[in-house]
């Protein structure tokens, strides 16, 4: 079957993506040719982003984190919009994402689990405050709340567990799922890329551009940009 067919066959479509998702609005993924972990940095790049690195080296970890993860300007693209006309017409019943950029609801996407969380919403580790992307990206340094706390994003950096309501629904839609097109992910960072084995319907879609470990699994495995494999795909 092709993908259209697929989608034409399908009523309850989970989409599960990751940074690649985003590379076609101009936001760097890790792994991919232009990718994070081919840029050279004085660290890699799930050290500068993990807790401890975040509690030890805190301007290092902005520094990082407003240059390459809060990138200026960009806007959904094709994949990101039509997800969200999909789930208008009743097809698709959630986003799954890996990504932190928010650009699935700026799409039209209502339905987004943000597994890793979100660089638009940031919180004081002391009262509780919170404070938008803005914020951040205006702030030098360490970010600091009213009160003197550090003001942290709301991303799960590695060492620290998934939030456990936006896992239980994630879970929940795929396991519901008739067909899961898994896109734009490496499949490599755990615990999320194993949400994919909770799914038992009917069709499994991958498209990514470079192989990953779930093609000879999946029904048709697409070797493709997915913006440019999406656009064209008729939501009803
Ligand atoms: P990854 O970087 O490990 O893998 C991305 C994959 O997408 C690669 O296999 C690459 O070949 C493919 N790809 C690149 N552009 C593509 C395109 N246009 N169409 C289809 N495929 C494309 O990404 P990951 O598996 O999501 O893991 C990286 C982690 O880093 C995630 O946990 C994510 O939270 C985080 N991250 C997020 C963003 C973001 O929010 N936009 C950006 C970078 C990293």
Known sequence: MTLQEIIDDSSRIVFFGG??????????????????????????????????????QPEEFFAFYRDKLLVDGVKPNAAHYKLAELERAGKLICVVTQNIDGLHQDAGSVNV???????????????GRSY????????????????GGIVKPDVVLYEEPLDSDTTDRALDAIARADT?????????????????????????????????????????????????????????
């Open 19 to 56: 940074a690649g998702v985003s590379t076609e609005s101009g936001i760097s993924d890790f792994r991919g040719v232009d990718g994070l972990y081919r840029q050279k940095y004085k660290y890699p790049p799930e050290v500068m982003l993990s807790r401890s690195f975040f509690d030890r």
């Open 180 to 236: 899961l097109i898994v896109a734009g992910t490496s499949l490599t960072v755990y615990p999320a890329a194993g949400f994919v084995s909770a799914f038992g319907g009917r069709h499994l879609v991958l498209i990514n551009l470079t192989p990953t470990a779930l093609d000879s699994r999946a029904e048709l495995a697409i070797h493709a940009k997915a913006g440019e494999t999406l656009k064209d795909i008729k939501a009803d």
């Open 132 to 147: 938008d992307k803005e914020f951040i990206k205006n702030s030098t340094g360490v970010p600091r709340c009213a009160c």
């Open 113 to 127: 689990a943000e597994l890793h969380g979100s660089v638009r919403r940031n919180y004081c580790m002391k009262c």
